[in-house]
């Protein structure tokens, strides 16, 4: 069988667990270790973390949040932002991460995907896309968060990644990511007809039912979520969160939800998939 | 209960130690990570990790001459858990970018997974989470599995499995998408998993439970 993978994806700050939309305006939504930990304990397949400013200020910080994880939570995790050289990803791998996510490094020399996956195997490199679609609907690649056009075409791009060796791509729709709009289907489709290394998708999941559908009709065989689960876990845990954060906590603070997103929890999600003969773990 | 130091998780300077030595630490067990043959001789308890290629890591654990040290103590019978490619390498060759020598301590060979089963394309790697099974319950029962279930799932992540060349060496099947494979083999004192106990959850821990139990 095949089963589909569920990654809670926790986009990361400095200390924080941040959110955004279209993967800017950062709010601070907690501390990463205890949605991390929450998701280990509640059913997640995978865990994701990208430190969003990484590739921006061209540093890599992530590594003792990843050793403290890696200490307490005995699955898969992924680690991008700031990944550019072979170093980089021994120090990531060695911290405790499992796999590494590239993309401004891999766009500014595609050489790099080739190298990385002979260093250390395919299945430990993921390439990651932010795409953006145009005016005339086609869909480029960007780089640093969504916020530097690089002209490439994403299905071309997803081609010459896996050629070079990548070992899954998570594509992401920045059009769509944080705001609930449901996942862009058109965008999906475009990259799993034209690869067969795993595809994660990424960006606006609404609720179980769009998540169904997208893994069904995108033949996706992993979902990324973020703002769906954080805002439940913020929900049940508000009162602990609250007074520990550092930076933007108004968001926290307002006790605000989000009107698109239906937020949900692993375990829910699962079994509307099982219902709706998706295999996945439960 | 043997000296921890005796417990040696082989440093071949490729991919993910640190999370197999979490998970030991886990369960109560206290190895060291070495890429020093001295320990190695030492040891009670060897494992041997690996995510990576593996021309590349045969290449490192001959450059650290730890190939005929890791010989040595598997025919003195001492055991030897392989994980992931630390199973690919036990086999005798692997396609891996070309042919390759493994360690020839179980007899076949390493495949590529095939992109195609009769003419449906599958996704290769394997990445994700899947179920193992054997139907010989005493096998399975006398071995670091013991205290799961059958079809209990483990995480996998790899392009390449193992063909044993003796049916007997396999402990559990696996099937991804079609292939069914084998997910972990034992021969007398080697036993060694395809998928990655430590990054299995609870299922996973239990495997290195187990073997602590059996070795106290």
């Given amino acids: 069988m095949k089963t589909i993978r569920i990654i809670p994806r926790l986009d990361i700050k400095g200390p924080n667990l941040v959110k955004g939309i279209h993967l800017e305006g950062l709010r601070v939504l907690g501390k990463p270790e205890d949605f991390a930990r929450y998701y280990y304990e509640n059913g997640a397949d995978e865990l994701f973390y990208q430190d969003v400013v990484a590739s921006l200020y061209e540093r890599n910080s992530l590594n003792s949040l990843i050793s403290n994880t890696a200490k307490e939570i005995f699955i898969p995790l992924t680690v991008g932002g700031g990944i550019r050289t072979i170093a980089d990803i021994n120090s990531v791998l060695r911290a405790g991460a499992d796999k590494v996510c590239i993309n401004t490094a891999a766009i500014k020399n595609p050489n790099f995907i080739k190298e990385a996956s002979r260093s250390f195997g395919s299945s430990t490199i993921v390439i990651a896309i932010e795409a953006i679609k145009q005016p005339d609907g086609c869909y480029l690649a960007y780089t640093d968060n969504g916020r530097e056009h690089t002209g490439i075409e994403v299905a071309d791009w997803a081609k010459k990644a896996e050629e070079l060796g990548a070992g899954e791509i998570v594509i992401t729709s920045v059009d769509r990511d944080g705001t609930g709009l449901g996942f862009d289907m058109q965008l999906i489709q475009l990259i799993s007809e034209i690869v067969s290394i795993p595809l994660i998708i990424h960006g606006g999941a609404s609720d179980e039912s769009n998540i169904a559908t997208a893994i069904k009709e995108g033949k996706a065989d992993g979902v990324a979520l973020a703002s769906i689960l954080h805002y439940n876990f913020i929900q049940n845990n508000i009162t602990s969160l609250i007074g520990k954060e550092e930076g933007n906590t108004d968001f926290l603070k307002s006790g605000k939800q989000f009107s698109r997103i239906t937020p949900t929890t692993i375990k829910t999600i699962k079994e509307f998939l099982n219902k709706n003969t998706i295999s996945i773990r439960l | ?216």
């Fill in chain 2, 1 to 216: 209960m043997k000296n921890n130091n005796d417990i040696v998780i082989i440093d071949y300077q490729l991919g993910n130690l640190f999370s197999v030595k979490h998970a030991c630490v886990k369960v109560g067990l206290n190895p060291i990570i070495t890429s020093d043959k001295k320990d190695i001789l030492k040891a009670s308890i060897l494992i041997l990790p690996g995510v990576g290629a593996f021309g590349d890591a045969m290449e490192n654990l001959k450059r650290l001459d730890l190939v005929s040290p890791l010989k040595d103590k598997v025919k003195m019978g001492i055991p030897l858990f392989g994980i992931c490619l630390g199973l690919q390498l036990l086999f005798e060759e692997s396609e891996e970018h070309g042919t390759n020598k493994g360690l020839g301590l179980i007899p076949g060979t390493v495949k590529k997974i095939p992109f195609s089963i009769e003419n449906r394309k599958i996704k290769v790697p394997n990445t994700g989470w899947n179920t193992i099974y054997n139907k010989n319950v005493s096998e399975w029962n006398n071995s670091p599995l013991n205290s799961l279930d059958q079809n209990s799932y483990m995480y996998f992540v790899h392009s390449y499995y193992a063909k044993p060349a003796n049916a007997n060496d396999i402990l559990t099947l696996t099937n991804y998408d079609g292939l069914e494979y084998c997910s972990s083999i034992k021969k007398d004192n080697i036993c060694a998993f395809q998928f990655h106990p430590e990054k299995s959850g609870k299922n996973g821990l239990e495997i290195y439970n187990n073997i602590k139990i059996a070795f106290q």
